[in-house]
């Protein structure tokens, strides 16, 4: 257990249904990131935060995805309208900045139908 | 950041050592070569970095060539835990970098009992 915590750690949903995802960072870190990654392939970058701040977003990101941070702690990642290639797992990570490593949580496992 | 090629799969015996190969032959002078595993289910975890001596923790052993074209992960008493997809990655400024990591597709290393 690295002290990041997802929530909830698997989801299926129908394609075109909303769905959210949250993320509980070790509590005096300030940097916050999001990732997604497929089957067979390692995690690709999507955003990240310093503090409340959405400072860089992948090309990746498309509009459909949003992500918030309203108090620097906790963060969510939002899909609208899921797709079949949405299925993925979605991790967060943290840390702090000044530092190099970054503490990944578990991960929320998406499944669109 | 520079791109890095590693070997799709690999063997090792339980209680030998695991010597992980990563080429980086573009590298620049200004990046640092770092190494992540990910065990099944569980988000990515730190290994070591470095720039261009070789470096050790409780972990593993980083040894970097003297042209920093390649470099060699060493798990010296591998045990059946570490099975895992070990991920090589090469970027620039540890600590201050604002970027997410750049994942490829890693080396999935499976100890044998």
């Known amino acids: 257990d690295t002290g990041v915590s997802q929530d909830p750690r698997h989801k299926i949903t129908k394609r075109g249904q909303n769905v959210t995802f949250r993320c509980d960072p070790i509590?005096?870190?300030?940097?916050l990131y999001w990732y997604r990654q497929t089957l067979g392939q390692g995690p690709e970058f999507l955003t990240y935060?310093?503090?409340?701040?959405?400072?860089?977003k992948s090309r990746l990101l498309s509009d459909r995805f949003s992500a918030e941070r309203p108090k620097g702690s906790f963060s969510t990642l939002e899909i609208q309208r899921t797709e079949q290639g949405d299925s993925a797992m979605y991790l967060c990570?943290?840390?702090?900045?000044?530092?190099?490593?970054?503490?990944f949580g578990p991960g929320t496992r998406l499944l669109v139908l | 950041d520079a791109k890095t090629t590693q070997p799709t799969s690999m063997d090792c015996a339980e209680g030998r050592a695991a010597n992980l190969p990563c080429n980086h032959s573009t590298i620049s002078g200004n990046e640092y070569v770092y190494w992540y595993r990910q065990i099944h289910s569980q988000g990515p975890q730190y290994i070591i970095h470095g720039l261009k001596n070789n470096e050790t923790n409780e972990m593993a052993s980083l040894i970097i060539t003297e042209d920093r074209k390649s470099s060699t992960l060493i798990l010296p008493h591998a045990t059946l835990r570490d099975t895992a997809v070990y991920y090589c990655i090469v970027r620039v400024v540890p600590g201050g970098g604002a970027d997410g990591l750049t994942f490829g597709k890693g080396t999935h290393l499976i100890i044998q009992p």
């Open positions: 935060f310093q503090n409340e701040a959405q400072l860089e």
């Open positions: 509590s005096e870190h300030n940097r």
């Open positions: 990570a943290s840390k702090l900045a000044g530092l190099e490593t970054q503490y």
